[in-house]
DNA sequence: CATTACACTTAGCGTAGCTAACTAATAACT
DNA sequence: AGTTATTAGTTAGCTACGCTAAGTGTAATG
């Protein structure tokens, strides 16, 4: 399993850079985007990353223009993350460019198949979280 | 999926850190230690991963008396790496720490959900090698 | 022989992960 | 009120892993 996670990975970051979105930024850019607004901290949560490599993802792509922060109101300290439109957009498109990418290879699996798969990507989203 | 195994990844490290193997080394290495001896090249080819990088990331592993080379006798350009001892003990260590780490988590699958991950394992290393 | 092809290495760059140490804001305790 | 502790994020500095371009040495080929 390990190494099958290894594999995928190393095969979709080609069609990622593509687009000039790395797995690190896709993976915490659907989670604002699918997520609402998020703060720092919790990103960093649901991402199981430290600090400071949220902050630093957070800091390229805010320079890129994908996402913008936002002071909270009632606490100072802390700060909403929330996606820009092109942010999405860029999202939406690196999706799509990987389906494509792939598609060819899915299209020679049976319905069970895929059914198999999506349903072992939440058993393995689950187990990576700790299964609580 | 790809979010799946970002996370399965990053949960990974953590064990794979504490003995001094990355996810890199360690699947490389699983590969040399039950491929028996392969080349440099065919090594990179089964990694998916640049000369450069499969390069540097032996180096490292020879280093620290995981592996060994041994030149051809017959074509002098070719370079034949096996697993030291200690380079097997240590991926044995690897894998019996990340069991240990999981097994809680894996205890309260069910068969069904087991064989589930298996068979999404094989599918998704097919994926990954594009299908041939 | 000279050239071309092949196997691997070196050099140099960018991204992603970490810990330790810092700033700023809020909460908590005299 | 005034000090102290806690919390949210950032900065500094390290390691590892991915790449391309260019270099070295060996083998094959005209």
Redesign the pocket.
């Known amino acids: 399993m390990h190494s099958a996670a290894?594999h995928l990975l190393?095969r979709l970051?080609k069609q990622d850079e593509a687009i000039g979105l790395?797995?690190?930024?896709m993976s915490a850019l659907s989670v604002v985007v699918f997520g609402g607004p998020v703060?720092?901290?919790?990103l960093?949560e649901a991402?199981?990353?430290?600090?400071?490599?949220?902050?630093?993802?957070?800091?390229?792509m805010e320079r890129d223009g994908l996402l913008k922060?936002a002071r909270d109101a009632?606490?100072?300290?802390?700060?909403?993350i929330t996606a820009t439109p092109r942010g999405s957009r860029l999202l939406q498109e690196g999706r799509r460019r990987r389906v494509a990418a792939l598609a060819g290879d899915l299209a020679s699996l049976e319905p069970a198949e895929l059914a198999l798969l999506a349903r072992a990507a939440e058993l393995i989203e689950s187990i990576a979280r700790g299964r609580p």
Do not use: F, N
Request: glycine share 8%; no cysteine.
């Open positions: 290894i190393r970051r790395t797995a690190a930024r703060t720092i901290g919790r960093a991402e199981q990353v430290s600090g400071p490599t949220i902050t630093r993802l957070l800091a390229g922060r009632k606490d100072r300290r802390v700060i909403w």
